[in-house]
């Protein structure tokens, strides 16, 4: 038996971040490369700890931009960084992880959740990818999902706006991915292919060093 404070003989896991604003595909392509994949993958993403909360603690994670719910800040934080916990606990492990995110600092004061995120797994191999897709695409999959889109006069809703805007910032990544053009199945490929390419993964480094 392997003593808990041990380290295990093997090499860590392949971690691969999705980030992107709700609705753009993140959870189908973390299906696809568990699908897809070589070995084992575990998503330890967003909708995984969001379906974990309390009510009086909802949305958690998953808070939207723009500082509404400053009692629930400090909630999402320690949210965030224990979930990145266990994203490197389980990569410690040989185990290979994929976690779609949406990152963002609009709080109610700037918080740096990503910068200190980043660092708690910046020593393991991790890809950083930014899943995008277009305003008017988010607008038909969320009618298509919730039968929920425009307001009565036709615009975009503030808070899909400010997803828009917030959570690709300060945008830096390994792989960005359009997927309004691109298929799961497509994306999952294209993140193995550059897995399995020899230049090394520089995002998260980049994203630690973030302070400001």
Known sequence: MTDVGEELATPPGQIVILNGTPRAGKTSI????????PGLWLNLGLEMFKSATPQPYQPGIGLRPGGERPDLEPWVETLYLAMYDSIAAHSRRGINVVADTTHHDHYSAPRRVLGKCA???KELPVLVVGVRC???VIMQRRLATWGQGYNDDGSVPE??????????VPGIYDVEI????TTPEAAARLIQGRLAEERPALAIKQLAALRG
């Open 178 to 181: 359009d997927t309004s053009v």
């Open 134 to 136: 277009p305003l008017d």
């Open 159 to 168: 808070p899909i706006l400010r997803w828009q805007q917030d959570a690709h």
């Open 30 to 37: 973390a299906h696809a490369i568990q699908d897809m994949a």
């Open 119 to 121: 660092r708690l797994v």
